[in-house]
């Protein structure tokens, strides 16, 4: 699964699609309606792939997270991030089971869910590891042998 090009922008619904970088900014393409949208540097942008949940031992990537729920759901949807914050939790701790209930609101739980879902509706989630991962996932396992 690769978030690389995968955008939050705040203050619009949905996620986006990085296209082009320009002088003033960039064109990112909505996954909801794929419409076409400039977007200046003074607004507020987040890419998916730098974004982490907080645990009790250290910080997941979302990537991670996102590819547990598309093991758990066998590359399906997910359950809807509409549903009540009890249920949201108890589905959020078989996915992520060390997740810092204390840093970790249920808004944010809300939110996963919610682009997991746009990212799955598109094709754009797997529970495959990337190759890129899995060969640093070997060359951790190989340092810490040692």
Excluded: C
Aim: glycine share 4%.
């Amino acid at each position: 699964m690769n978030l690389e090009k995968i955008l939050s922008i705040s203050g619009k619904p949905g996620l986006f699609a990085l296209k082009v970088q320009t002088r003033s900014g960039f064109v990112a393409e909505s996954l909801l309606d794929g419409k076409k949208i400039t977007v200046g540097m003074r607004s507020n942008v987040s890419l998916l792939s730098e974004i982490s949940m907080y645990t009790h031992n250290a910080e997941k990537p979302l990537a991670e997270v996102m590819r547990n729920i598309a093991i758990k759901e066998d590359n399906g949807p997910a359950i809807s991030h509409k549903e009540d914050n009890d249920k949201l939790v108890a589905y959020f701790k078989e996915i992520l089971p060390d997740y810092d209930s204390e840093r970790v609101y249920p808004s944010d739980i809300k939110k996963v869910l919610n682009w997991y879902n746009m990212l799955q509706a598109k094709g754009l989630v797997s529970k495959e590891v990337p190759v890129k991962e899995e060969a640093s996932v070997k060359e951790e396992v190989a340092t810490s042998e040692e």
